[in-house]
């Protein structure tokens, strides 16, 4: 829908802050970082607002390009494709025997034929929290581990496949480190198997996907189905591997570990999968080099927009900006976080990565900031770095404001005292009640929002009082990009000088008019 003219203009010059404007004609992934030009007199700007061209400018809009261009950039949360292997994908087990996986006649046949690899796999068991567990309403499979020699793959190598190019050129683009794939299980699905929706288990603090490869089996249904902050994405292998051609052609997707899949009720035949756990290799020297001008040029341009007006945060300070992926899981991030580089911003996924390096590229000093939050009256702790395993066990199911201090690494005092942690956000932080949707709601969140994880549920008073005091509350962790801005004339903005105010003005003018007065008296 075309917004009309008036309306622009109207919501340019009297900004409401509950209300982002969208660019006309624009879909989520397509928004125009372009301003809106509205014809107009800088002298009838209101107080707060610099001109520029035609174009009235205040904070807010400033923040709204620079919204627009992250969000006018394509940021994957996954990738998928085909291989053709020379010669049929071949499984190699402990005793030296071997098992090649080809397509059947049928579905009923299919699972005849793969009989015998059933048999050597065990009921697939999947995490909930901290334990390991088995239940059939939850994951109905067969799986087989690839550690301690459980099987081998012969005739396809993720890498020599070109895959891993793929991923990393797909889901890492501006990432210089190599990345590896490792063999971690084979997974059968019969009639009736599924697997509800999950995460996969973080396995290493290099680890940043999963890689999951489809085998030439007949089946009908198990759709293999991602969702990442609202976005949806299912993948029907069954009826392609029952048409193609070439019999030994594999289906292959990736996605990073705080993706949301799950696979669909298989109604006949069998679902075979191999997966591998993608990680990066950041011992080895980087195969490339990463060039400045690959990065994102319409958000790094927002940005020195941004630094260049005079009028945007004259004395400095913190611009936030709430990740959209969820790191807390992720080891690396459970240890005091220091100023990021470029090197060490890679390790953030999509746009995340994408928001760091820019600010990075124009000279900004960026870090890494842990949050928590409660949902009852939404009080907010800043966190030293994301708490560990053992320091999530210490919370209890009744809680007060000193236990909480103790057990986890919160840094100074809570939202209720210090307001916003003087801290300008980019977008609403999920704390903020209108930055996300929470992950148990029935409203489904949107892409573009950022992403909050719950970390614990218990009754909680902030004076210990557990009688009438206490409320049952969730709390919830995300991640921010802390970005310092430069007061003017420093750092990157050396060269900007702060503008003469209409006020200075006026009163200057004030004071020449007495004089006049005084002579035309005189003159009299």
């Not at 010059?13 to 397509?30: C, K, M, Q, T, V």
């Not at 996986?101 to 699972?111: F, I, L, P």
């Not at 198990?222 to 009826?239: E, N, S, Y």
């Not at 319409?298 to 959209?324: M, S």
């Amino acid at each position: 829908m075309r917004l009309s003219e008036e309306k622009i203009k109207q919501a340019i010059l009297h900004p409401e802050p509950a209300i982002r404007l969208r660019a006309p004609n624009a879909g989520p992934y397509e928004c125009s970082c372009r301003p809106f030009r509205v014809d107009s007199d800088p002298r009838s700007a209101p107080a707060g607002y610099g001109y520029a061209g035609g174009l009235i400018v205040n904070d807010e809009t400033r923040l709204e390009e620079l919204r627009w261009a992250i969000h006018g950039v394509k940021a994957p949360f996954s990738c998928d494709g085909t291989f053709v292997p020379d010669e049929p994908l071949t499984l190699v087990f402990r005793d030296e025997s071997r098992f090649a996986v080809q397509r059947a006649e049928n579905g009923y046949k299919q699972v005849e034929e793969v009989q015998p690899l059933i048999e050597r796999c065990e009921p697939a068991t999947f995490g909930d929290k901290r334990r390991t567990r088995f239940d059939r309403s939850v994951r109905d499979a067969v799986q087989l581990k690839a550690s301690d020699g459980g099987f081998s793959v012969e005739h396809f190598n993720p890498e020599a496949a070109g895959i891993l190019d793929s991923i990393r050129d797909q889901m890492l683009p501006h990432d210089s480190s190599p990345i590896t794939a490792e063999l971690y299980a084979l997974n059968v699905y019969t009639s009736g198997g599924h697997f509800a929706p999950h995460k996969d288990t973080p396995r290493g603090q290099d680890m940043f996907g999963t890689l999951v490869v489809c085998l030439p089996s007949q089946f009908w249904g198990g759709k293999f189905a991602l969702a990442h902050r609202g976005m949806v994405k299912r993948l029907d292998w069954g009826p392609i591997i029952g048409k193609q051609q070439d019999a030994n052609q594999l289906h292959w997707v990736a996605f990073f570990g705080d993706v949301d899949h799950q696979i669909e009720r298989v109604f006949m035949g069998a679902r075979v999968t191999i997966t591998y756990l993608l990680r990066r290799d950041a011992k080895t020297e980087p195969s490339r080099i990463v060039a400045d001008e690959e990065l994102a040029p319409t958000i790094l341009e927002a940005w020195r927009a941004l630094l260049a007006d005079a009028q945007f945060l004259p004395q400095g300070g913190l611009v936030g900006y709430p990740c959209c992926h969820l790191y807390h899981q992720d080891a690396r991030f459970q240890v005091k976080q220091t100023p990021l580089d470029q090197r060490s911003a890679n390790v953030l996924k999509g746009r995340d990565q994408l928001v760091a390096a820019t600010a990075l590229q124009a000279g900004l000093d960026v870090s890494f900031a842990p949050y928590l939050f409660e949902n009852c009256v939404d009080e907010t702790w800043q966190l030293e770095r994301f708490p560990t395993g053992k320091e999530k066990s210490r919370m209890k199911r009744q809680m007060d404001l000193s236990a909480l201090e103790s057990a986890l690494p919160i840094r100074g005092e809570s939202s209720e005292k210090v307001g916003d942690f003087g801290v300008t956000w980019l977008e609403p932080p999920p704390s903020s009640g209108s930055g996300m949707t929470l992950p148990d709601s029935n409203i489904e969140s949107s892409s573009e929002l950022p992403a909050a994880g719950r970390l614990h549920s218990c009754e909680y008073c902030e004076w210990g009082y557990f009688g009438n005091e206490a409320s049952d509350v969730d709390f919830y962790i995300y991640a921010a990009l802390h970005v310092q801005i430069p007061k003017l004339g420093e750092g990157c903005r050396a060269d900007v000088q702060p503008l003469r105010s209409a006020t200075k003005k006026k009163t200057q003018s004030k004071k020449k008019s007495p004089g006049k007065s005084r002579k035309k008296k005189d003159r009299d």
